[in-house]
């Protein structure tokens, strides 16, 4: 497989260590070679938090360097806006859940929210195809897992289908959480 990078990001306390864990998982229970690193630093504050994987080819390195990533995975708009603009390459994909976590800037009055119309122009000016999840859940913290069940659905992981992610969840999850979150993630 040619080599496949990923680019996620979101804001503390949403999840993206677990989404990591599993898209790796997943893709390992697919048979194929993968490398991943992710940041907390910030994630206790509500700040960034991004994580990097690489799939397939050789891999010397997990970073994904900027405009190289085929895949970039947002918990949230501006973050979405932030990892499209920074990682994106162009004729990837860009999915992203459409929550909006006010960033302290927007709180203070010293910028504007960030709109869908505005990750939707970042896209078509980067040549990046988006799709946006949105939908009601069970408990907030299940929105990475809603991720994963679009980028099962939309065949966006080469190599890697429902059945990986679904195992993934399994090895992750403690069973109290775990029937819930595979009912998000096979779309029930």
Known sequence: MKRFDIYMSGVGGQGIGLLSEAVIRAADHAGLSVCGVDTHGLAQRGGMVESFIRIGGEVSTPLVRKGSASLVLALERTEALRAVEAYAASGGVLLYFDTLWQP??????????????????ACRRLNVRHLAEKRDLPDVRMQNVALLSRAAKEGLIP????????????DLLPERVLAENLKVLEGQ
């Open 104 to 121: 302290l800037d927007v709180r203070l009055g010293k910028a504007d929210a960030v709109t869908v119309g505005d990750v939707e122009e």
């Open 159 to 170: 190599g890697v289908e429902m059945k990986h992610y679904r195992k993934a969840l399994e």
